[in-house]
Structure formats: structure tokens, C-alpha cells
Nanobody
Framework: VQLQAFGGGLVQAGGSLRLSCAASGGTFSNYGMAWFRRGPGTEREFVGVISRSGVSTDYGNSVKGRFTISRDNAKKTVSLQMNSLKPEDTAVYFC????????????????WGQGTEVTVSS
């Protein structure tokens, strides 16, 4: 599975941004899809995960209530809608795919996109 994330950019605090991740190869619906991020000088952080069917989602505490993950299995895409952005959301965001997983554990994801950078100005 190859993943390509896009949609990052510069946004003011309080604004919104939508990231997308396009997958190619493999059977997309077999993969739990997650987003992680790595901010300046910080370790990789779990952002959110969506189950294979899209019915279940889970979010990190720092983004819960502000970010929403969705997926379109027919189009092989997963999206991350980010609202009420804060400067601390500044990071490189990565999408990841794991076969039949639904977890916050990054080690369970075998495939990673290249990352897309989000900068939130105050």
C-alpha cells in the first residue's frame, strides 16, 4: 500500500484545514487508517484512527472535539478535518495504514505516508 498525504499549509489560530490521504495498491477496506503527527522537538503523537468500515473512530485527547476523521473506501481516501486549530497543532501530519487494526499504537501500522506540514500561526 502506498499512501500520499496532502492538504497541509499555513492557517491562523482558530481556523480550519482538511488533510487527505490517498491510498494505492492493496485492498483499502482491509486497513485501519490513522493519523499521527510530530511537532517541532516533540515525539510522534497519535491524532486519530478510523476503523475499516468507518463506523468507529478514536481521537487523541488533545484533538478530541476539534478533529474529525472520515474515509471513503470506494475512493481509497481518508481525511482529517481540523477545526479550531491552535498553534500547538503545528506539526507534520502522517497518515498510516494497518491491516485489520484499530489502535493508537503506531507500531501496528505497516504503511506510512510522507507527511504533510501544518503550521498554525497565533
Amino acid at each position: 500500500v502506498q499512501l500520499q498525504a496532502f492538504g497541509g499549509g499555513l492557517v491562523q489560530a482558530g481556523g480550519s484545514l482538511r488533510l487527505s490521504c490517498a491510498a494505492s495498491g492493496g485492498t483499502f477496506s482491509n486497513y485501519g487508517m490513522a493519523w499521527f503527527r510530530r511537532g517541532p522537538g516533540t515525539e510522534r503523537e497519535f491524532v486519530g484512527v478510523i476503523s475499516r468500515s468507518g463506523v468507529s473512530t478514536d481521537y487523541g485527547n488533545s484533538v478530541k472535539g476539534r478533529f474529525t476523521i472520515s474515509r471513503d473506501n470506494a475512493k481509497k481516501t481518508v481525511s482529517l478535518q481540523m477545526n479550531s486549530l491552535k498553534p500547538e497543532d503545528t506539526a507534520v501530519y502522517f497518515c498510516a495504514a494497518g491491516s485489520y487494526v484499530y489502535t493508537r499504537d503506531s507500531s501496528r501500522y505497516s504503511y506510512w505516508g510522507q507527511g504533510t506540514e501544518v503550521t498554525v500561526s497565533s
